[in-house]
């Protein structure tokens, strides 16, 4: 073996280092970049809860019987409402839809209430809705992702 040959065999074994280093890094970034895209991803889903909540406050003078909530695509029945109770219940809808109130005051008769509010299927928050004597007051925390 001359010079030349040992001379160019020296340089090869210093370049191979650096390039398993520069693989290796790379190999790092490669993998540091799908663990963040797949954290993204996740964040998306863990937004908030699927749903919009809906608290139904009676502040009428009587208890509210039969309390059925309607959404389009669903139905939930929640019951019987005393006066002055809070109840929650959260819904969720197929298309764009709004809230509909059924239930049975003191007299036995059904009434169904119109909630005035807006809901998606990729909706999320809540809406208070107070059922007053012969009226309806809501409060709105709706919120529509953007992700659907």
């Known amino acids: 073996m ?18 398993v280093a520069w693989r290796s890094a790379l ?7 799908v ?13 908030s ?3 919009v909540e809906v608290l139904l406050v009676n502040h009428s003078p009587s208890p509210m019987r039969d309390v059925v909530i309607h959404v389009t695509g669903a139905k939930y029945r929640v ?15 197929t298309s764009e839809s ?13 009434q169904r209430e119109i909630v005035e509010c807006y809901i998606e299927s990729n909706s999320s ?7 007053l004597d012969g009226a ?3 409060q709105d925390h709706i919120k529509h992702s953007r992700w659907h």
């Open 49 to 51: 809860p699927a749903g």
């Open 98 to 110: 709004h809230l509909e109130i059924e239930f049975k005051a003191s007299s036995g008769k059904p």
């Open 27 to 33: 190999t790092v970034v490669y993998w540091l970049a």
């Open 125 to 131: 928050g809540s809406i208070e809705v107070e059922i």
């Open 35 to 47: 663990v963040l895209i797949l954290a993204a991803i996740g964040s998306l889903f863990m937004e």
């Open 2 to 19: 001359n010079n030349r040959t040992r001379i160019a065999d020296a340089s090869n074994d210093r370049k191979e280092p650096a390039r």
């Open 136 to 138: 309806i007051r809501t």
């Open 79 to 93: 019951g019987e409402i005393a006066i002055d109770q809070t109840v929650r219940q959260r819904v969720r809808v």
